[in-house]
């Protein structure tokens, strides 16, 4: 967190939806996921949504995790933004 900044909202422990777009192929989940794991451990797969766009170029990640901390949803957020297949995040 940068100086100065207000920290989150977030109560934790809690429940938390990671939504993560690039470009579509099964690639990107398995990236996306990829970094979460490094993070939080192992994530079922029933926790994991894929969308397309609706012109099918891109994909929409969704996982749905149990966060402990607020160090957790930092770190998988800097993998996100560290990683150029990765265009969007939230």
């Not at 939504?19 to 398995?30: F, I």
């Not at 994530?43 to 402990?68: C, D, F, N, Q, W």
């Amino acid at each position: 967190m940068s100086e100065g900044a207000p920290p989150p909202l977030i109560s934790y422990p809690t429940h938390y939806t990671f939504k993560a777009m690039g470009l579509a192929g099964p690639e990107l989940k398995a990236r996306i996921l990829a970094h979460v794991r490094a993070v939080l451990g192992a994530v079922e797969e029933s926790s994991i949504t894929v969308r397309p766009s609706s012109a099918g170029k891109y994909e929409s990640v969704s996982v749905h995790v149990y966060l402990t901390s607020e160090d957790e949803r930092r770190r998988i957020y800097e993998a996100f933004h560290g990683d150029k297949s990765i265009v969007w995040y939230v």
